[in-house]
């Protein structure tokens, strides 16, 4: 039998889903998390032998989550990160990393006559706020972000000028859709560890669809380096922010065999095609920051 030894390993209950009603007299918050713990340290016994002697159980970790939840509520995906992280590696001699996962589902108050109602909600059609935190006992890392933020320019995008081959049957086209459905990370500069975490994710947010639509697109590549370039300029307390975009293509239909044109400038019907799909990934960083969003960050 060949020999073998144990490489990297790490545990903990995923999935948590959290959910945190705060009361404030009639009025209730909400906040909608799905939480994953991942535990990593002096763990080759466990894989070895079997000894449970360093093993924190999964089940704790999920307990962890939920007392937590109540013991010091949900300030925001990272506050609340950056305590489980720190409690793991803090409390738990064996444990020497901590990596916290947390998915965010926005709910959005019911409107009513008289504003808002006070304890009615409706799942908001918006994006997954996501956060990551990395815990070792001496730093603590955060990376925040976002998936599935849809959207689309139905104007103002070109794609011409490439490279034509013997395979390439694609026309050049100076007026189409562009649509992505914008997966991102991002990283705050070590002066900004909280709290202001949601003012932070609010306005980058902001930053990146108001430069979705006011580039004037000569491919998704050049859309996706103007987000990242304007949400640099315009947020100081971030060095570097990565990217997955998939192309979701829209093609306008051939409508000649009903005797029907269809050109762009007169309002064109397209066909909405799900596959496959140009994927466009970039990290944009401030001049002189350091690369440490792992690229594979955005393909969860
Ligand atoms: O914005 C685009 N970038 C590409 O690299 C590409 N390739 C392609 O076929 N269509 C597009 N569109």
């Given at each position: 039998m060949p020999n073998t030894i144990l490489g990297q390993n790490q545990y903990g209950k995923a999935e948590n889903r959290v959910v945190k009603i705060t009361r404030d007299g009639a009025t209730h918050h909400i906040k909608d998390l799905n939480v994953s713990v991942a535990l990593s340290g002096d763990l080759d016994e466990v894989h070895y032998s079997g000894s449970n002697a360093n093993v924190l159980p999964t089940d704790t970790t999920k307990n962890t989550v939920f007392a937590f939840a109540k013991e010091q509520g949900i300030e925001s995906a990272e506050q609340f990160g950056i305590a489980l992280a720190r409690h793991f590696v803090d409390t738990t001699e064996p444990i020497r990393t901590a990596r916290i996962r947390v998915e965010e589902y926005a709910w959005e108050r019911i409107a009513g006559s008289?504003?808002?109602?006070p304890h009615s909600f409706v799942r908001g059609g918006r994006e997954t706020r996501t956060a990551q935190i990395t815990y070792d006992g001496q730093s603590v890392q955060v990376l925040s972000g976002l998936k599935g933020l849809t959207v689309l320019n139905s104007t103002d995008s070109e794609f011409w000028g490439y490279i034509k081959d013997k395979y390439t049957t694609l026309k050049e086209d100076h007026d189409r859709i562009l649509a992505t459905e914008v997966t991102a990370v991002w990283r705050h500069n070590?002066?900004?560890?909280?709290?202001?975490w949601d003012a932070s994710y609010e306005a980058t947010r902001e930053q990146m669809l108001g430069a979705f639509a006011e580039t004037y697109s000569l491919s998704l590549q050049q859309t996706l380096y103007q987000m990242g370039s304007q949400v640099l300029q315009n947020r100081p307390e971030l060095e570097e922010i990565r990217f997955s975009m998939p192309n979701k293509h829209h093609f306008r239909v051939d409508l000649e065999p009903f005797g029907l044109g269809n050109e762009a400038a007169d309002g064109a019907v397209y066909f909405a095609a799900d596959r496959p799909y140009g994927l466009i990934e970039a990290t944009v960083l401030r001049d002189g920051a350091e690369s440490l969003i792992p690229a594979d960050m955005t393909n969860l």
């Amino acid at each position: 039998m060949p020999n073998t030894i144990l490489g990297q390993n790490q545990y903990g209950k995923a999935e948590n889903r959290v959910v945190k009603i705060t009361r404030d007299g009639a009025t209730h918050h909400i906040k909608d998390l799905n939480v994953s713990v991942a535990l990593s340290g002096d763990l080759d016994e466990v894989h070895y032998s079997g000894s449970n002697a360093n093993v924190l159980p999964t089940d704790t970790t999920k307990n962890t989550v939920f007392a937590f939840a109540k013991e010091q509520g949900i300030e925001s995906a990272e506050q609340f990160g950056i305590a489980l992280a720190r409690h793991f590696v803090d409390t738990t001699e064996p444990i020497r990393t901590a990596r916290i996962r947390v998915e965010e589902y926005a709910w959005e108050r019911i409107a009513g006559s008289g504003g808002g109602r006070p304890h009615s909600f409706v799942r908001g059609g918006r994006e997954t706020r996501t956060a990551q935190i990395t815990y070792d006992g001496q730093s603590v890392q955060v990376l925040s972000g976002l998936k599935g933020l849809t959207v689309l320019n139905s104007t103002d995008s070109e794609f011409w000028g490439y490279i034509k081959d013997k395979y390439t049957t694609l026309k050049e086209d100076h007026d189409r859709i562009l649509a992505t459905e914008v997966t991102a990370v991002w990283r705050h500069n070590s002066a900004h560890q909280g709290p202001g975490w949601d003012a932070s994710y609010e306005a980058t947010r902001e930053q990146m669809l108001g430069a979705f639509a006011e580039t004037y697109s000569l491919s998704l590549q050049q859309t996706l380096y103007q987000m990242g370039s304007q949400v640099l300029q315009n947020r100081p307390e971030l060095e570097e922010i990565r990217f997955s975009m998939p192309n979701k293509h829209h093609f306008r239909v051939d409508l000649e065999p009903f005797g029907l044109g269809n050109e762009a400038a007169d309002g064109a019907v397209y066909f909405a095609a799900d596959r496959p799909y140009g994927l466009i990934e970039a990290t944009v960083l401030r001049d002189g920051a350091e690369s440490l969003i792992p690229a594979d960050m955005t393909n969860l």
